[in-house]
């Protein structure tokens, strides 16, 4: 959930001297699974890197917001939203209010109709076509692209993914994953037990996100919070 590893930065500065890629155990996050060094967000691991100390600032300035909007659901972050509530209510973090899922809706009038990557999928048997994602930032090499490492850790450890991770771990004259090896996660994940139990629990997944936003649900609800928040802040600026 957005704000964790936002948060992270100045726990760990505040805490280690050491080079984050070298902490000698895992660091836990409120409601989230354990981190080792390899799995944090590449900046933090090297405190020389440009972008090191922006981040830790970054994360400092997040504890100044009265609240943050996130695009999840109770369904997929169940314990990190409980943690956070905790926290919240210490005074220690800001609340979190999950407005999710944020979807876009499919409309059978629209010009998508009609596009061919759609007429394509809806050929396909079920369960048949694999979905890739390469992630969000980072300037990636040709050879690797096996980069969302904390999301990883994330969806791999809640049975919705498989990950793939660098031999030797990042920072320690790593390779890139081989291809044989990413081929043979696609097979598990397509075929195997493993990808059997990942496709189960995100068809659970998608019920939930089913359930959270049809009207009246979690996600109006949330909504309806925050709104009622900005609609206080500008009466009170108004006065």
């Excluded at 509530?85 to 973090?93: A, C, F, T």
């Excluded at 990883?152 to 920072?171: C, I, K």
């Amino acid at each position: 959930m957005a704000g964790r590893t936002d948060f992270l930065g100045p726990e760990l500065a505040r805490t280690t001297t050491c080079e984050c890629r070298d902490l000698p155990e895992p660091v836990l996050l409120a409601g989230c699974v354990p981190l080792h060094d390899a799995d944090l967000l590449e900046p933090l691991q090297n405190r020389s890197d440009p972008v090191y100390q922006l981040m830790i600032d970054l994360g400092r300035n997040y504890l100044l917001a009265e609240g943050f909007i996130v695009n999840t659901m109770d369904a997929l972050e169940h314990e990190t939203l409980v943690a956070y509530k905790e926290l919240s209510n210490k005074g220690v973090y800001p609340p979190a209010y999950a407005v999710g899922p944020f979807t876009r809706r499919w409309c059978p009038d629209s010009d998508e109709v009609n596009h061919s990557c759609l007429r394509w999928l809806d050929n396909q048997p079920d369960g048949s076509v694999l979905y890739v994602s390469f992630g969000s930032g980072g300037t990636l090499s040709t050879a690797q692209t096996a980069e969302q490492r904390m999301n990883a850790v994330m969806l791999s450890s809640d049975r919705v993914g498989l990950a793939l991770w660098e031999r030797p771990p990042l920072g320690k004259d790593g390779v890139v994953v081989p291809r044989e090896e990413v081929a043979a996660l696609v097979r598990e994940l397509m075929e195997g037990e493993k990808g059997a139990a990942a496709r189960k629990k995100a068809g659970h997944l998608r019920d939930e996100a089913e359930i959270a936003s049809a009207p009246g649900g979690p996600q109006d609800r949330a909504l309806a919070v925050v709104a009622g928040m900005v609609s206080l802040h500008r009466k009170s600026r108004a006065v």
